[in-house]
């Protein structure tokens, strides 16, 4: 009989636990080894060459530290069954299951406005059948229907593990040290309160290092001005694909991209619109990205090779929007350089905001040795809580680098 309780060596977190069968059933599956597939950072390592790594890797990363953070409120008396913490384990393992490629670049491309949340729930209830109902449980944790709020706010909320994950896998594959946070911490100071999940006072300073560095992070790279083009050029690729095809253009393709290439009506996904997704990743949208470089259409040609050579556009970032005048000069000189009339497609203005604590969405709490809850933002030993309740927003302008040459 295989042995299923296995112990996974992870860059990261050192070793990491498979404390239940159903885990690592759900671990081989072909819809989770697909994730293997699927980057977490999109383009990121065309700006941070080591950011390789995968929704694979979060995602048992993810699982980990949900266990370490049961066993911790364990600890401090929650009780909580096995068939919780199994429950628990499973929805946090499968929160990304529904991404499509490059995660969050081309979400909504591929299935109008099917978020990648729309499509989890989807495949969690697919594998709930084959599995014989033993997801149900997950499912509810996932869906936040579960009376005890506190599982809901580990897997989605201002501090849950999916987050505590990314941000130090990310900023260990891509070495922005200003994103690695002390989980460990974080995790020790937690606790739960009327079935919510607070953290121990004393653990003030650890929640405000988080919530800064994430907004480094998301400054210095997920809203890296050529992180963020790099993503918006996978999009305009794509639209463009989309387009051609339309215009009964025969774009070469593989043939699960293809499909969605050329259908655009997913009101309720079929059995088919299922099986191709779950077959997709990001080896078949670069597989097309290199064949189109070559493509006789010069629009979707040239942003190709932006991709495969990383020829990216002159890029500026501002704090300020820039004048409609602006881009319609760099417009006017774009279709002057390459005599074509179709140069708005490659200029444009682009838009990152980030609010790094929302007050109103799911606040932490902290808990006072007397038992008094209050709101993270309510506590007079706060230091950095003033640079995070306000939103920043910040513009980014493209156009080719040809047309600097222009007088």
């Given at each position: 009989?295989?042995?299923?309780?296995?112990?996974?060596?992870?860059?990261?977190?050192?070793?990491?636990?498979?404390?239940?069968?159903?885990?690592?059933?759900?671990?081989?599956?072909?819809?989770?080894?697909?994730?293997?597939?699927?980057?977490?950072?999109?383009?990121?390592?065309?700006?941070?060459?080591?950011?390789?790594?995968?929704?694979?890797?979060?995602?048992?990363?993810?699982?980990?530290?949900?266990?370490?953070?049961?066993?911790?409120?364990?600890?401090?008396?929650?009780?909580?069954?096995?068939?919780?913490?199994?429950?628990?384990?499973?929805?946090?393992?499968?929160?990304?299951?529904?991404?499509?490629?490059?995660?969050?670049?081309?979400?909504?491309?591929?299935?109008?406005?099917?978020?990648?949340?729309?499509?989890?729930?989807?495949?969690?209830?697919?594998?709930?059948?084959?599995?014989?109902?033993?997801?149900?449980?997950?499912?509810?944790?996932?869906?936040?229907?579960?009376?005890?709020?506190?599982?809901?706010?580990?897997?989605?909320?201002?501090?849950?593990?999916?987050?505590?994950?990314?941000?130090?896998?990310?900023?260990?594959?891509?070495?922005?040290?200003?994103?690695?946070?002390?989980?460990?911490?974080?995790?020790?100071?937690?606790?739960?309160s009327d079935e919510k999940l607070v953290i121990d006072a004393k653990g003030i300073y650890s929640i405000e290092n988080y919530l800064t560095a994430r907004m480094f992070m998301y400054w210095q790279v997920y809203y890296h001005k050529t992180a963020a083009l790099g993503?918006?050029?996978?999009?305009?690729?794509?639209?463009?694909?989309?387009?051609?095809?339309?215009?009964?253009?025969?774009?070469?393709?593989?043939?699960?991209?293809?499909?969605?290439?050329?259908?655009?009506?997913?009101?309720?996904?079929?059995?088919?619109?299922?099986?191709?997704?779950?077959?997709?990743?990001?080896?078949?949208?670069?597989?097309?990205?290199?064949?189109?470089?070559?493509?006789?259409?010069?629009?979707?040609?040239?942003?190709?090779?932006?991709?495969?050579?990383?020829?990216?556009?002159?890029?500026?970032?501002?704090?300020?929007?820039?004048?409609?005048?602006?881009?319609?000069?760099?417009?006017?000189?774009?279709?002057?350089?390459?005599?074509?009339?179709?140069?708005?497609?490659?200029?444009?203005?682009?838009?990152?905001?980030?609010?790094?604590?929302?007050?109103?969405?799911?606040?932490?709490?902290?808990?006072?040795?007397?038992?008094?809850?209050?709101?993270?933002?309510?506590?007079?030993?706060?230091?950095?809580?003033?640079?995070?309740?306000?939103?920043?927003?910040?513009?980014?302008?493209?156009?080719?680098?040809?047309?600097?040459?222009?007088?």
């Amino acid at each position: 009989m295989q042995n299923k309780l296995k112990i996974i060596n992870d860059p990261v977190h050192g070793f990491i636990k498979i404390p239940h069968e159903i885990l690592f059933d759900i671990i081989e599956h072909p819809y989770f080894q697909r994730l293997r597939r699927i980057s977490q950072t999109g383009l990121l390592s065309l700006i941070f060459p080591g950011a390789k790594h995968t929704r694979f890797h979060h995602a048992l990363g993810a699982m980990n530290l949900m266990f370490k953070a049961l066993e911790t409120l364990k600890l401090k008396g929650i009780k909580i069954s096995k068939e919780e913490e199994k429950a628990a384990m499973l929805a946090i393992l499968l929160h990304d299951i529904g991404h499509g490629p490059f995660s969050h670049a081309l979400e909504n491309m591929l299935m109008d406005d099917w978020h990648h949340e729309k499509i989890s729930i989807l495949l969690m209830n697919r594998l709930n059948e084959e599995f014989k109902g033993k997801l149900d449980l997950a499912i509810e944790m996932f869906q936040g229907k579960y009376h005890r709020s506190f599982f809901n706010q580990l897997i989605s909320s201002q501090l849950d593990v999916d987050r505590m994950d990314y941000l130090k896998r990310d900023s260990f594959y891509t070495g922005v040290s200003e994103g690695s946070v002390n989980v460990e911490r974080i995790i020790s100071m937690m606790n739960v309160s009327d079935e919510k999940l607070v953290i121990d006072a004393k653990g003030i300073y650890s929640i405000e290092n988080y919530l800064t560095a994430r907004m480094f992070m998301y400054w210095q790279v997920y809203y890296h001005k050529t992180a963020a083009l790099g993503e918006h050029i996978l999009v305009q690729i794509l639209n463009r694909a989309k387009y051609l095809v339309s215009q009964n253009v025969d774009l070469e393709a593989p043939s699960n991209l293809k499909y969605f290439l050329v259908k655009n009506k997913f009101e309720e996904a079929t059995e088919e619109d299922i099986r191709r997704f779950t077959m997709l990743d990001d080896m078949d949208v670069f597989q097309a990205i290199k064949v189109w470089t070559e493509s006789e259409d010069f629009i979707l040609a040239r942003l190709c090779r932006t991709v495969i050579y990383r020829e990216f556009p002159k890029s500026i970032i501002s704090s300020k929007p820039f004048s409609e005048e602006f881009l319609k000069q760099k417009v006017e000189k774009v279709n002057q350089y390459f005599k074509i009339e179709t140069g708005e497609e490659l200029v444009g203005q682009i838009s990152r905001s980030l609010l790094p604590y929302d007050t109103e969405k799911q606040p932490i709490y902290l808990l006072e040795k007397s038992g008094r809850k209050l709101k993270l933002e309510e506590s007079e030993n706060q230091i950095l809580f003033g640079c995070m309740e306000n939103a920043t927003k910040k513009y980014v302008v493209y156009y080719p680098r040809e047309i600097e040459l222009l007088k």
